[in-house]
């Protein structure tokens, strides 16, 4: 379905829980934020209900996402029947990493074709101190489970000034040896980050300086695509702030309490709980036509009151 400004909506992030076994510094408070409680947290049956009627919609690609999406249980079997819906072409999971091991096999058998890890860093110092506690050996460890297991694999990792500018180079050597893509996006200014000081927010353009052999070989959704030559992977860069991709977004959210929010950044949500057969399909063709033009982002503002935790990414 096409939105108001003749945008295909064909792709839905669904935020699983707003609940996080990490807690880095840029997405959440230290001790956490009001969990939702269990009743607020939108059911499996219901994500299965919504997708099966987003899919009659023309959403063919579901992203599965969190808080960190693998602490929710229950969610193999939601995959396995996503995978069976028609219309869906394509099942995506984010994560972080660190319980991905376990359910590496059961997630390929469910149907899931593409994981893409956080990792802002190499060092497992800074790795430790931006998530506040985790593991860089499990993440990389992961990483290399779903490259062997056949999953596509992006990585992507939020630049922040102060912290990681130099760790780029290092991420890109990533891609020398690795068919994947190494993803920079630019810190956006929400929930957690709203108060940070604006040394903080780094212009992707600060990769491309830094690495000029870089040649851009396309532009895949969101992420203009680059290439090291010699290099077996790709590098993305995602830029909502310095070059605006609003004019080409083609997806909707699911948040972890069950509301459908048709643009990131803006405080627009309608509630799907509840809501069955035409009431539901009305209440989604609602969302999608009335999507925001763009965000606000460009002048420092955003119109949410969200963390990124329920909302996902
Ligand atoms: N827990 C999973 C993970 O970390 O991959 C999935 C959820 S996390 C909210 C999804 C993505 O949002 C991560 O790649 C994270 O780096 C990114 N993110 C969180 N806060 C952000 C911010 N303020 N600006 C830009 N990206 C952010
Ligand atoms: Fe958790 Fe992902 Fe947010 Fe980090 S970015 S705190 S891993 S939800």
């Known amino acids: 379905m096409k939105d108001r400004y003749k945008r295909e909506i064909s792709y839905m992030r669904i935020s699983l829980t707003d609940r996080c076994n990490f807690r880095c510094l840029y997405c959440m408070p230290a001790d956490g934020i009001e ?3 269990h009743d607020d947290i939108i059911s499996l049956e219901e994500v299965e209900k919504i997708v099966r009627a987003a899919a009659t919609l023309g959403i063919k690609k579901i992203r599965l996402t969190g808080g960190e999406p693998l ?13 069976k819906i028609p219309g869906i072409e394509e099942i ?3 994560t972080n990493g660190a319980l991905f091991k376990d359910y590496a096999k059961a997630l390929k058998d469910a149907g899931v074709g593409r994981v ?12 430790k101190k931006i998530s506040r506690g985790g593991d860089l050996k499990q993440t990389l460890a992961a990483i290399d489970e779903a490259i062997s297991l056949g999953f596509k694999v992006k990585i992507n990792a939020v630049l922040i000034g102060g912290f990681n500018i130099d760790d780029i180079e290092k991420l890109v050597d990533y891609t020398k040896d690795h ?6 996006i630019e810190l956006m200014k929400m929930g957690q980050t709203i108060n940070w000081d604006q040394k903080n927010f780094v212009s992707n353009n600060i990769v491309l300086e ?38 080409d977004c083609n997806r909707i959210r699911l948040t972890a309490d069950g509301k459908l929010k048709p643009c990131l950044h803006s405080n627009r949500e309608i509630s799907l709980k509840g809501l069955d057969g035409d009431d539901l399909l009305a209440a989604l063709k609602e969302g999608i036509y009335d999507k925001d033009k763009s965000h606000h982002l460009v002048d420092g ?6 963390f990124m935790n329920t909302i996902g990414g």
């Open 71 to 83: 602490v929710r249980k229950g969610i193999v079997s939601l995959c396995e029947k996503i995978s």
């Open 210 to 247: 830094k690495l000029p052999d870089l040649e851009e070989v396309k532009t895949d959704g969101v992420a203009k695509v680059y290439k090291m030559p010699g290099h077996k992977g790709t590098v993305g860069l995602i830029s909502p702030i310095s070059s605006c991709f609003c004019q």
């Open 92 to 94: 995506c999971l984010t």
């Open 301 to 306: 503002t955003t119109d949410t009151k969200r």
């Open 35 to 37: 969990k939702c409680s």
């Open 179 to 184: 068919d994947i893509q190494v993803r920079f």
């Open 116 to 127: 893409n890890f956080s990792l802002d860093t190499l060092d497992p110092e800074k790795f």
